[in-house]
């Protein structure tokens, strides 16, 4: 008699929410979790993927420089998660800039989001350049008290709303919805504090921090700009005797959205002149 050749039959695993055991004595013994358990454990959902060496769901190959189009199987596809947001990833200068970088700073440049690699004075730096928005009595450039009171109330009041008509704001040159989604959807998941941290921001001034700065500055300008002063990013040169002023007169508030090549080409010339 032939023998029956047994078989398995793979399940995919059925999605579950994730009980919240944070407040669990057990939990508040450990204090903060380790970050390598879910390595000690079965990977939960895509864990059983994984095991069967998938490609698809949770190691789907790329081909191409890492942009915001490339190649899977064969196809087009729009990448959404890549930390190449002005597509200058294959950029030989800026690679060579890197290089550079690495050799005189260490393996620990370039660095990456405050949240991620810490803080440094000049992440403060670049905050402090950045936030003086309002008018003062010897600036009259930038938004009044009155306006700033009215978008803290609009932002309060409906959030979305306010968010998406900020979105579609930002760009004087048209970008498509798709970029004007992403960015509402940027705008929804970053700004929980938004009102209050635009408020805290009105008021400072820190021109003379600015004046102070020894690093080469580049300040980019958008000429129809409607979400800060273009007239704002114009003074940074009166100062600072060490910042280049690139404007460009048909953009608004992304330059690197709506004139990426010029953008490009600006920022290139700026690390090869002072890295």
């Keep these: 008699m032939k023998k029956q050749e047994s078989t398995t039959v793979l399940h995919k695993p059925r999605l579950r929410k994730k ?11 450990r204090g903060m979790p380790d970050l390598f358990d879910k390595c000690r454990g079965d990977g939960g959902y895509f864990g059983y993927f994984r095991a069967r060496n998938d490609m698809f769901f949770s190691r789907p190959v790329l081909d ?19 930390n190449n947001y002005m597509g200058l990833a294959g950029n030989e200068q800026v690679k060579e800039a890197a290089r550079k970088s690495l050799e005189q700073w260490g393996t620990f440049t370039p660095m990456g989001s405050r949240m991620l690699t810490g803080n440094t004075e000049r992440h403060i730096a670049l905050e402090q350049k950045l936030a003086a928005y309002l008018q003062k009595p010897d600036y009259p450039y930038g938004g009044t ?27 004087a040159k048209e970008v498509g919805e798709p970029v004007i989604q992403w960015m509402w959807q940027v705008f929804m998941d970053a700004s929980p504090l938004a ?16 004046a102070a700065l020894k690093m080469p ?56 002149e002072h890295l």
């Design 19 to 29: 009980k919240d055991e944070s407040q669990t004595p057990q939990m508040k013994h």
């Design 64 to 82: 191409g420089v890492p942009g915001p189009r490339m190649k899977y199987q064969g196809k087009d596809v729009i990448m959404w998660a890549i």
């Design 145 to 171: 008290d009155e306006a700033l009171a009215e978008t803290l109330q609009a932002l309060a009041g409906d959030r979305a709303n306010f968010l998406r008509a900020l979105s579609e704001g930002v760009c």
């Design 195 to 210: 009102a209050q941290t635009l408020g805290e921001l009105g008021p400072l001034d820190q021109r003379a921090t600015l």
């Design 217 to 272: 500055i580049l300040s980019f300008v958008g000429g129809q700009d409607g979400v800060v002063d273009p007239a704002v990013c114009r003074s940074v040169s009166d100062y600072n005797s060490n910042a280049d002023i690139v404007e460009f007169d048909a953009a608004g508030h992304a330059p690197f959205l709506e004139e990426p090549a010029g953008y490009h080409v600006a920022l290139v010339n700026f690390l090869n």
